[in-house]
């Protein structure tokens, strides 16, 4: 498995990232808290992983109510010593961790949801620590301000930004150089060949400020797999199932000619759609790696098939253009 250098951070990822949002639950949705991956087959997936090369992991305090976390723990705790070194796990705060619950990127409370988070993996630090969403309700200067503070005292090593607008990270690399405070690193948005409007806002400020990038749902919600046909009903169980809100835009003829279109791409080539567009994912410049979330062991195959695609930038670009 390739790694890479994430943006100036000095710290190297594995190209694929593994998304543990679906461990003991569906993200960070209450609703669905203790169900999604059970502890047994996340295991599974994590020594799958690890075995595929993939040395960085990706949770979140508030995924499955803490229970990601506290797999990812409970697995690490029987490794030894080469794998907990090696390890880079990345988790991130915002998110209420149950109904009713409080939510936000304060300063107590990050540090707080750190120490919460160290106990459940049972580290003393943790590589790459991010504000999961960006809070409207708190200054970025105090946000700023306590992954700075966590960063000095050894807890963190970087800190990052997920769902970001261009103009909300532009405003806090600006503060962290202002105010001489630990800046953002990279930047973490959904990403694919079906949701790319980061190319035109949030990109321009990657290159500006020599950010690394590691969009999640590099599949499109499964929409890039071909689980989704043209006039049939989703598959039981799947997102378009259980939490459709986020892809329903996608519900349309216009999507469902280019994914057609995509489907005979595959083809040709003999590979998966999955694993071709994981592979267009990383060959476009800005991505250093793409977080993947699989639900079993088997969904891993796209990611070593995507390993072994190499596609030159004519062929990338045409890709592109099928969804344009």
Known sequence: M???????????????????GNFGGIGSSPAFFGQGTPKDEAFRLLDAAWELGITTFDTADAYGGGRSEAFIGEWLSTKGAAVRDALVIATKTFN????????????????????????????????????????????????????????RAGKIAAAGASNFTGEQLAEAL????????????????????????????????????????????????????GKYRRGAAPPHGSRMTLRPEPYGAYQSD???????????????????????????????????????????????????????IVLSPAERDRLTEVFA
Not at 2 to 20: D, F, K, M, Y
Not at 279 to 299: D, K, M, S
Request: charged share 25%.
């Open 254 to 308: 216009r999507v469902f000619d280019a994914l057609e279109r995509f489907e005979q791409e595959a083809a040709g080539r003999g590979v998966s759609m999955a694993g071709l567009a994981l592979a267009w994912a990383l060959a476009v410049p800005e991505v250093t790696a793409v977080v993947i979330g699989p639900n079993r062991v088997e969904h891993l195959a796209p990611a070593a098939e995507a390993a072994g």
């Open 96 to 151: 209420p961790m149950d109904e009713g619950s409080d939510h936000g990127l304060g300063r107590k409370r990050i540090h707080r949801q750190l120490e919460s988070s160290l106990a459940r993996l049972g580290v003393e630090r943790v590589t790459l620590y991010l504000a999961h969403d960006f809070d409207p309700d708190t200054p970025q200067e105090e946000t700023l301000q306590a992954f700075d503070e966590l960063r």
């Open 174 to 225: 600006e503060l962290a150089e202002l105010e001489g405070l630990g800046r953002y690193e990279w930047v973490q948005n959904g990403f694919s060949l079906l949701e790319q409007g980061d190319r035109e806002t949030v990109f321009p400020v990657c290159h500006e400020h020599g950010l690394g990038y590691t969009p999640f749902s590099p599949l499109a919600g499964g929409w890039l797999t």
């Open 2 to 20: 390739e790694h890479r250098a994430l943006g100036r951070s000095g710290i190297e990822t594995s190209r694929i990232i593994l998304g543990c």
